[in-house]
């Protein structure tokens, strides 16, 4: 009894051999380009558990610092200081907490455009090597 498509074989012409080899060729370019896309997949979740995890040690120290800043101000209304220094104080926390927001800002854009410098390069190099591999094939293609 014939395999399953035995026939088919059997009546295959040049043009269909050339069909089934650009069929192959082309799974092997999904699954070379799957390959790739899994590794960057794979590249970005890893960046962005080690982002959660720093942002998450950030808040954990944000949280320690603002209980500090608490038992500061705590110990200082205990000691009821005058209230001319009690109103030059606030305003010097009003300009440090101006001066501190201004610094944050700048290091969230820093880091904005530093994470999205590395996804383009990280794209670049996924494209780089599709097209490399792509380059080769033809090539090997041709030379035979």
């Not at 650009?22 to 890893?46: L, P, S, W």
């Not at 907490?97 to 996924?126: H, P």
């Amino acid at each position: 009894r014939p395999r399953h498509g035995a026939s088919h074989n059997r009546l295959r012409t040049p043009f269909m051999s050339q069909t089934s080899k650009e069929d192959a060729d082309a799974m092997k370019a999904n699954t070379a380009a799957t390959k790739i896309q899994a590794n960057f997949r794979g590249y970005r979740v890893r960046k962005q558990l080690k982002e959660s995890t720093q942002r998450r040690r950030q808040q954990q120290q944000n949280q320690q610092d603002q209980k500090r800043n608490q038992q500061q101000q705590q110990q200082q209304e205990h000691m009821k200081p005058k209230e001319h220094l009690l109103k030059r104080q606030s305003t010097q926390e009003a300009l440090e907490e101006k001066s501190a927001t201004k610094i944050q800002a700048g290091i969230r854009g820093f880091l904005v455009r530093k994470r999205q410098q590395a996804v383009q390069a990280a794209a670049t190099r996924i494209q780089a090597g599709f097209r490399g591999f792509r380059t080769r094939k033809l090539l090997k293609q041709n030379g035979q």
